[in-house]
């Protein structure tokens, strides 16, 4: 059986124009029980009200993914890229040397709610990169789709780190499974809806480490998104 971590067990921060969950220890949150897993460090659920955002501030050595589920994140970085990402859009920024960047609700009337994901790379100094791609729901109905890889595998987007992300749409009677391979570790995170990991009830919010060797089944599914972490 994994740990599970509740949704109301996270971190929270409120800042007005901003409501995050924290997944593991970040800025004023700190738990040393949770600190990361593996290479996954970061996982915030934020809500950005609309006209509102972060304003420019830098990063280093470290893969950033922001996972849009409503409304329009608008990015700028000082490598030169601008674009807003949508539902359905994966955005991966290497921050490697040094990289500055804003991101701000694209709308002045609705929130955006996004997932924002830092992995830690397996090389510091790397030159800082970026990279988007959309991937739609037909791709990810009833099956696990591959977002991310170090390899860019099926088109996903590549992140410099052993480390993969798969993201699923799962109602009814779809099931997904996935088999772990030894010395590995599975994050699984239920971004929406309700399901069950090895028959272990998750709702939005909650997550399950799984360290070992065998097969994660996720079923018993009520309107779930699910992402999944393979990580060293």
């Not at 859009?89 to 921050?95: G, I, K, L, P, W």
């Amino acid at each position: 059986m994994g740990e599970i971590r509740r949704s109301n067990e996270r971190g929270l921060a409120e800042h007005g124009w901003l409501r995050s969950f924290h997944s593991f220890s970040f800025a004023d949150y700190h738990d040393p029980k949770h600190m990361g897993f593996g290479a996954l460090r970061v996982i915030n659920e934020d809500r950005v009200q609309p006209g509102q955002g972060f304003g420019t501030h830098g990063h280093r050595d470290m893969e950033i993914i922001s996972y849009v589920l409503e409304g329009g994140l608008a990015h700028r970085d000082s490598m030169g890229n601008g674009s807003v990402i949508r539902p359905g859009d994966v955005q991966r920024m290497s921050a490697g040397t040094g990289v500055r960047h804003s991101e701000y609700n694209a709308s002045d009337r609705e929130p955006v709610h996004f997932l924002q994901i830092w992995i830690e790379p397996a090389q510091q100094g790397i030159a800082p990169g970026y990279e988007e791609k959309h991937f739609d729901a037909a791709s990810k109905r009833g099956k696990l789709r591959l977002i991310a890889s170090p390899d860019g595998l099926e088109g996903s987007v590549t992140i410099h780190q052993d480390a993969s992300l798969y993201a699923a749409l799962l109602d009814g009677e779809e099931a997904v499974q996935f088999a772990q391979r030894p010395g590995r570790r599975t994050y699984v995170h239920v971004v929406s809806g309700h399901a069950q990991v090895d028959g272990q009830p998750l709702d939005a919010g909650d997550a399950i480490k799984i360290q070992g060797e065998g097969t994660i089944r996720i079923e018993g599914a009520r309107g779930a998104e699910v992402l999944l972490f393979d990580l060293v």
